[in-house]
């Protein structure tokens, strides 16, 4: 899994490479410029610019097809380095109360007839699903959730919670694109897992998500004194 996240990682960094590299070429027509600035764009790391990752993404996202690529190299990529950034930028800083936990409704279980959608805490924690325990994680952590069924009550959640970060659960698919349209909000993704298919009894890695929510916020004020 960490092999994975450093192989995206380096993905991400040598496509983003590419551009400036690229606009050094026209400009000098020397390949040695080009492949010095791609060396340098990979050692002093991402630009601060979404922009990139986003021209990165759809720049990727057809030459994967290309190539017969399978699964979702350029959401990993987005997934990967988004997150990166985000808990870069503000890993270890952000109030509990200031963050938002968004997940799929995907998780609920299929059968289930609480509506939890409007408001999670509906749900009677059965333990027939990942629900109840993520909102036993906020409860202990302190942080706010919310359960989307698509990307325009994710927005509309992400609107009125006004979070400072966001800690995602989805879908490669989902969880990638949704990361580049919640820009300028930064977000920690987690990809669930789809043991009986896409969009039915989703499952996600509970210790996981907990350890991105630890990632992102600030201390306890008592250990913020001690
Ligand atoms: S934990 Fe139980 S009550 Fe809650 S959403 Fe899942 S199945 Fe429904």
Request: aromatic share 6%; proline share 7%.
């Amino acid at each position: 899994m960490k092999d994975n996240c450093v192989f995206h990682y380096h993905l991400g960094l040598t496509v983003f490479s590419l551009f400036p590299g690229v606009i050094v070429l026209l400009l000098t027509h020397s390949l040695i410029w080009f492949l010095a600035s791609m060396v340098l764009v990979n050692i002093f790391g991402l630009s601060r610019k979404n922009i990139f990752l986003a021209i990165s993404f759809h720049v990727l996202k057809p030459m994967a097809g290309m190539f017969g690529g399978e699964g979702f190299v350029a959401e990993e990529m987005v997934i990967t380095l988004g997150s990166e950034k985000t808990l870069k930028k503000f890993g270890g800083g952000v109030p509990p109360g200031r963050i938002l936990l968004l997940l799929p409704h995907c998780l609920q279980r299929h059968d289930c007839q609480r509506r939890i959608t409007y408001d999670p805490y509906n749900c009677v924690r059965c333990g027939r699903c990942p629900i109840g325990e993520l909102l036993d994680l906020a409860d202990r952590t302190g942080v706010k959730i919310a359960i989307a069924t698509g990307g325009t009550l994710a927005r509309r959640y992400v609107k009125e919670a006004r979070p400072i970060a966001v800690v995602a659960v989805a879908c490669p698919r989902d969880l990638g694109q949704g990361m580049l349209d919640a820009h300028p909000v930064p977000v920690a993704g987690v990809e669930n897992t789809r043991p009986v298919g896409d969009c039915l009894d989703t499952q996600v890695d509970i210790p996981t998500v907990e350890r991105r929510i630890k990632e992102l916020m600030s201390p306890p004020a008592a250990e913020t004194q001690g």
